[in-house]
């Protein structure tokens, strides 16, 4: 209600007459049918759970378990789930085939986490853990890895590869992936490991896995946005799935390049040097949603309300104090304050009222010349 009461008139209306055009008739007979229906699905969606042993699990068992599973080589096992109710569903299933489970996440402290991993690495053979969890341990004793979820950011899967191919690891590292090649967004994700693994071959290090993160967060705004367009645009999934080859194979054509413009002999190429290049050039030439995160955060420090509209992606400032809208106009900063300003880092949201921030956004220069004055004060 409080950003209700801070909307103009005009987006009062819209907002009512949204509110009104959602509404329709009810009616009683198409509710029942509907109820039943949903009964039905509940009564399903119980037995499986009951009853049924999830087809990736069974992945899992098989590739523990069976007859040349990892767990019968003596080997020591690390698996990476994105929730901690997974791992929970996971400790309880595998401790009716193992004695103890080792595990660690996001609110265990440093000492507990410290406990699992000696545990992990004296007594139990598996290790669950989530990607809040697994930040700050070395796991180099370990060089078996499973992802039962695989993130939909590759600087993670990145990340989930530190724990154990690090400096001290002796062995060679195995990364396992449990994805459903039969889904849509599982058909996806195939192609992306495929095509970052033949890359981690050509370029000689997981850290590939960071770099390209990066592109695939700049061309899509998120993996994520891309998963749902393979999901809720059903007719446009080899499009979606050739435009992401296409990038990275842009991306791999460019990091090669760059090896050969350099005359490197090794076939080990310094991906960390070539990843602190790609940083300096990141940082003169950030993504426009940092711009805006940067205008954000330095707004609200002067104590300016910023509102967040179309689930965060689009921002909106009503008023600026008048010391803010006296300095914009000393330094020839050109803003309209009159009216309220709505504005993005992402191409699909920007239209006639809300304006896309790039460099030279006023907005911008706003916030550049509010965080000078900040630090010359310091």
């Known amino acids: ?47 499986i759970r009951n009853h049924v ?26 698996i990476f789930t994105e929730s901690k109710d997974t791992l929970k569903y996971l400790e309880r299933k595998l401790l009716e085939r193992v004695p103890s489970v080792a595990k660690i996440i996001g609110d265990y402290s440093m000492d507990e986490r410290r406990k699992q991993v000696d545990q992990f690495k004296n007594e139990s053979q598996i290790m669950l853990a989530t990607d809040a969890g697994g930040e700050s341990i070395n ?29 001290g690891q002796n062995n060679e590292v195995f990364s396992f992936n449990l994805v459903a090649e039969n889904t849509r967004e599982g058909n996806v994700m195939v192609h992306l490991i495929e095509k ?75 991906l960390p040097h070539l990843k602190r290049e790609h940083n300096d050039v990141l940082v003169q030439r950030l993504p426009t949603r940092s711009y805006v995160s940067f205008i954000e955060k330095i707004f609200k420090l002067q104590n300016i309300r910023v509102y967040d509209s179309s689930e965060g992606f689009v921002k909106r400032i009503e008023r600026f104090p008048k010391y803010i809208r006296e300095m914009a106009m000393k330094e020839n900063i050109q803003l309209d304050f009159r009216e309220s300003m709505k504005f993005t880092g992402f191409q699909r949201y920007e239209s006639s009222d809300v304006k896309k921030i790039d460099i030279d956004s006023p907005l911008l220069q706003l916030g550049m010349n509010l965080t000078k004055k900040k630090l010359e004060q310091m």
Not at 71 to 78: A, M
Not at 152 to 164: A, C, D
Not at 203 to 211: A, E, H, M, R, T
Request: proline share 2%; net charge negative.
């Open 1 to 47: 209600m409080e950003d209700y009461e801070e909307e103009s008139l005009d987006t009062k209306e819209q907002i009512e007459n949204q509110l009104l055009d959602s509404i329709d008739d009810i009616d009683p007979e198409e509710l029942k049918i509907e109820i039943a229906e949903i009964n039905n699905l509940i009564d399903q969606s119980t037995f």
């Open 196 to 270: 970052l693994e033949r890359m981690r071959t050509d370029l000689g290090s997981d850290l590939v896995y960071d770099f390209i993160g990066d592109v695939l967060e700049d061309r899509y705004d998120s993996l994520s946005n891309l998963m749902q367009d393979a999901i809720l645009n059903r007719e446009k999934l080899n499009e979606i799935i050739n435009d992401m080859e296409k990038t990275l194979s842009q991306e791999h054509a460019k990091l090669l390049k760059l090896v050969q413009d350099e005359k490197v002999d090794e076939d080990i190429i310094d």
């Open 53 to 78: 042993v999830e087809r990736k699990y069974r992945e899992l068992e098989e590739t523990l378990f069976g007859m040349n599973g990892l767990l019968n080589n003596d080997e020591k096992i690390l």
């Open 139 to 167: 796991l180099q004793f370990c060089n078996q890895m499973v992802n039962y979820d695989i993130p939909w950011n590759p600087n993670r899967l990145e990340q989930r590869m530190g724990r154990i191919h690090r400096i």
